[in-house]
């Protein structure tokens, strides 16, 4: 029996391989009671096969999984337990409701197979269709219901389990915009009412963003970096999580050394000019000489169409790409040698192509990351 101090799901060393390929390399996380945990990549990174391996829908090739305190796979034992008998809820990308079925026999139809009595399904499954509001719609037929009432189903069908942990695939994507943004704060709802652990596969940043009380994000089956969304927004282990998650500049450098804590960068743009010399903060590990790279989000940049004072910190003399109408901002685009920098300005602003702009941020607002 676990304690609220042990981790509902716990993944040791896990790797998945197929064929030549790794999909999953030496993975582990610790998931507590009551998290909504979400593993974010792009296309190919191994989330969707981190979630079937303890699913149970993979075997792995090396390491354990733990659920509940319980051994469900061991690659060194040989133990492989199957679905069914790990205790999770799934819901997929494809919903799985059978259009012959009403609402309530499509919730109550696992419950069937387990063979629970009649009056157990029954409360069970009008539980779970009132937890995800579908009660009034428990008699009608499935091809009758809507993408989000079909979502809803897939949910009720999952919670009707009472699971130790439920499984998320990607299970928005075939939503619209506005339906999708509808069900990220439904969902949220719900895992909080209820306080059942969550994992959640996306390669949505919004979406892990928005949901999310902690965010694995990775690439190329290893794990880039876990931490809650403002960390993992604010403070990026490395140049890949920051180009991943939401827009960042990244310019490669070199550490010429650090002043009061804070980095000293060379980046070089080219066409004779000599080198940016720029100051921020993070560096934490690099050492002198060492190539890195530096990030700075759009809001943190300032922009001007002269050049700051004698004094000013952090200043990038670029020209004018281009600017993009983004509903409350405009986005600029800026060249710097060879790069292309992106900042937020104001509706009003003007700018035209091939004019000269100034750009700058504070060190604290810029972070010196590994490549």
């Known amino acids: 029996m676990t304690s609220r101090r042990d981790p509902v799901v716990e993944l040791r060393g896990i790797s998945k391989r197929f064929g030549p390929e790794v999909a999953v390399d030496a993975v582990s996380l610790a998931v507590q009671p009551g998290e909504f945990v979400t593993l974010l990549g792009p296309s190919g990174c191994g989330k969707t096969t981190t979630l079937r391996c303890i699913a149970g829908l993979e075997r792995p090739d090396a390491g354990e999984i733990r659920i509940g305190g319980e051994l469900v796979a061991s690659a060194p034992r040989g133990l492989h337990l199957n679905p069914e008998a790990r205790n999770i809820g ?18 109550a139809y696992g419950l069937r197979v387990r063979r629970l009595g009649r009056a157990r399904v029954a409360e069970r499954t009008r539980r779970a269709l009132d937890l995800v509001g579908l009660g009034p719609l428990a008699g009608r037929y499935a091809t009758r ?3 989000g009432q079909r979502q809803r189903v897939a949910l009720a069908r999952a919670l009707a389990y009472e699971p130790r942990v439920i499984l998320f695939d990607e299970p928005l994507s075939n ?5 999708r943004e509808q069900m990220r704060i439904e969902l949220v709802r719900l895992q909080k009412e ?10 949505d940043q919004t979406e892990a963003l928005v949901m999310s009380d902690r965010v694995v994000v990775m690439d190329r089956g290893v794990i880039q970096q876990v931490g809650d969304p403002r960390t993992i927004y604010a403070q ?3 140049a890949f999580v920051a180009s991943f998650l939401g827009v960042a500049n990244l310019l490669p450098g070199r550490l010429l050394g650090r002043t009061g804590g804070l980095c000293d ?8 000019r000599p080198p940016l010399r720029l100051r921020t903060a ?26 700051p004072g004698a004094g000013a910190l952090n200043v990038i003399e670029g020209e004018v790409v281009d600017t993009v109408y983004l509903g409350s901002f405009l986005d600029c685009r800026v060249r710097v040698g060879p790069h292309e920098m992106d900042v937020q ?3 009003d602003e003007e700018l035209a192509p091939g004019q000269t702009v100034f750009l700058s941020f504070e060190p604290e607002h810029a972070l010196c990351l590994t490549r």
């Open 236 to 238: 990026p282990a490395n």
């Open 265 to 272: 960068l060379e980046v070089a743009v080219g066409d004779g």
């Open 282 to 307: 993070g560096g934490d590990g690099v050492l002198p000489d060492q190539r890195v790279v530096l990030t700075v989000r759009p809001e943190d940049l300032a922009l001007s169409r002269h050049r």
């Open 90 to 107: 799934m819901v997929f990308q494809s919903y799985a409701v059978w259009p012959h079925m009403t609402v309530f026999d499509n919730v």
């Open 175 to 179: 939503l619209d915009a506005k339906l």
């Open 145 to 147: 219901l809507s993408g």
């Open 194 to 203: 209820t306080g059942i652990t969550s994992i959640y596969v996306t390669h």
């Open 345 to 347: 300005i104001d509706h």
